[in-house]
């Protein structure tokens, strides 16, 4: 049986959760069955509450806060022991809109690539200001250079990927995972598949990842730098 498995790393989402919740799709074309899991990174509200309420029977909870990519990792690996298939993630913050959710999973459904990631149509996102679009569009040349991929929006957290892949991805930050994913698996010789997807109008929340844009840009620098170690160790 195809299972998927939506996962939701949560901080603090007491409020945008249930709405995110509400448009996530009961099936999916190419799967048999669709689940839901919550990944509660220690939150201090009601999210997990929230979770139950929305009807979310796979609730993981994190005795502390431990950040964004532990969060997402500590999900990919508890979907692959409930039986996943595929396993997309979305936020909680209800940004992206969840119908995309077919097309981003159908490549992988069809077994043309084990990894999907979302493209945010960033120059029009209307809570972006001009600032963090050109550190978007700057970043993204870096990454692309790096890679050698033509990449539109790296640091999306909308993704899909194949269970069979989850024991193999390594996430060393506890930061960010989108950034670190990339790298790793282009250099792994690990093809992407790239979808046009689209957001929603409202944010429900400012970003709790993106404190400052210095703060940004420089954990960012990190990851890369002890990707680039890592690569050059591994030779």
């Not at 050698?148 to 269970?163: N, V």
């Not at 930050?173 to 994913?181: A, P, R, V």
């Not at 429900?204 to 160790?233: D, G």
């Given at each position: 049986?195809?299972?998927?498995?939506?996962?939701i790393?949560?901080?603090?989402?007491?409020?945008?959760?249930?709405?995110?919740?509400?448009?996530?799709?009961?099936?999916?074309?190419?799967?048999?069955?669709v689940?839901?899991?919550?990944?509660?990174?220690?939150?201090?509200?009601?999210?997990?509450?929230?979770?139950?309420?929305?009807?979310?029977?796979?609730?993981?909870?994190?005795?502390?806060?431990?950040?964004?990519?532990?969060?997402?990792?500590?999900?990919?690996?508890?979907?692959?022991?409930?039986?996943?298939?595929?396993?997309?993630?979305?936020?909680?913050?209800?940004?992206?809109?969840?119908?995309?959710?077919?097309?981003?999973?159908?490549?992988?459904?069809?077994e043309?690539?084990?990894?999907?990631?979302?493209?945010?149509?960033?120059?029009?996102?209307?809570?972006?200001?001009?600032?963090?679009?050109?550190?978007?569009?700057?970043?993204?040349?870096?990454?692309?250079?790096?890679?050698?991929?033509?990449?539109?929006?790296?640091?999306?957290?909308?993704?899909?990927?194949?269970?069979?892949?989850?024991?193999?991805?390594?996430?060393?930050?506890?930061?960010?995972?989108?950034?670190?994913?990339?790298?790793?698996?282009?250099?792994?010789?690990?093809?992407?598949?790239?979808?046009?997807?689209?957001?929603?109008?409202?944010?429900l929340?400012?970003?709790?990842?993106?404190?400052?844009?210095?703060?940004?840009?420089?954990?960012?620098?990190?990851?890369?730098?002890?990707?680039?170690?890592?690569?050059?160790?591994?030779?």
């Amino acid at each position: 049986m195809r299972k998927l498995i939506i996962q939701i790393p949560c901080y603090n989402e007491e409020e945008s959760l249930p709405v995110t919740l509400h448009a996530l799709p009961t099936s999916v074309e190419g799967f048999d069955a669709v689940e839901i899991l919550v990944i509660d990174d220690g939150s201090t509200d009601g999210t997990v509450d929230a979770a139950r309420r929305g009807g979310v029977k796979h609730i993981i909870s994190l005795q502390e806060h431990r950040g964004l990519a532990k969060a997402f990792v500590t999900g990919l690996m508890e979907s692959v022991k409930r039986g996943a298939w595929a396993i997309v993630n979305i936020d909680g913050d209800n940004q992206y809109q969840a119908d995309d959710i077919a097309k981003l999973v159908e490549p992988i459904a069809l077994e043309e690539v084990r990894v999907t990631i979302g493209e945010r149509p960033l120059r029009a996102i209307p809570w972006f200001g001009e600032v963090k679009k050109a550190l978007h569009a700057l970043g993204n040349i870096v990454i692309s250079k790096l890679t050698g991929l033509r990449i539109k929006d790296a640091t999306s957290g909308f993704r899909a990927i194949r269970a069979d892949l989850v024991p193999s991805l390594r996430i060393d930050s506890d930061y960010s995972y989108t950034i670190e994913m990339i790298l790793r698996l282009a250099w792994s010789d690990e093809p992407i598949r790239f979808i046009p997807i689209r957001v929603n109008a409202n944010v429900l929340r400012p970003s709790r990842l993106i404190r400052s844009n210095t703060q940004y840009i420089l954990k960012t620098i990190w990851i890369i730098f002890r990707c680039m170690i890592s690569k050059c160790k591994s030779r």
